[in-house]
């Protein structure tokens, strides 16, 4: 199997665990769009360096070989991925209330300042 092929079939996993297995729909979402563009932002600083000093080098066989600077398109969709999955994972167990009480220690900042606003 390919880089391309392994990427597309991580893509087609990704929206279908999101939009249908755990139903968290952040391919939908605003947010979610910015947040990647974030993420995007420092993928491609890394990807360049790691690339451009040959620490990573795809046969030409491997990858479609469109590039973004000197790194193959598909880093950025496996990236898209990881990140997608992470995310989605990350809401669905929020969303089932894992670690619902407060762990031991101070209270983060934004707990606190919500927590007197309140009162």
Do not use: K
Not at 58 to 77: C, K, L, N
Not at 83 to 106: D, H, I, K, Y
């Amino acid at each position: 199997m390919s880089h391309t092929e392994a990427v597309l079939l991580g893509l087609a996993a990704t929206v279908v665990l999101d939009l249908v297995v755990l139903r968290t729909r952040l391919l939908t979402r605003r947010a979610f769009w910015v947040s990647y563009a974030i993420v995007l932002f420092f993928q491609l600083l890394t990807n360049e360096w790691l690339t451009s000093r040959g620490v990573f080098d795809y046969g030409s066989d491997a990858i479609i070989g469109w590039r973004i600077g000197t790194a193959p398109v598909e880093d950025f969709v496996f990236g898209f991925c990881l990140v997608t999955w992470s995310m989605a994972w990350w809401v669905w167990w929020g969303r089932r209330g894992v670690q619902r009480e407060t762990p031991p220690g101070p209270l983060p900042v934004v707990t606190r300042l919500a927590t007197r606003r309140r009162r």
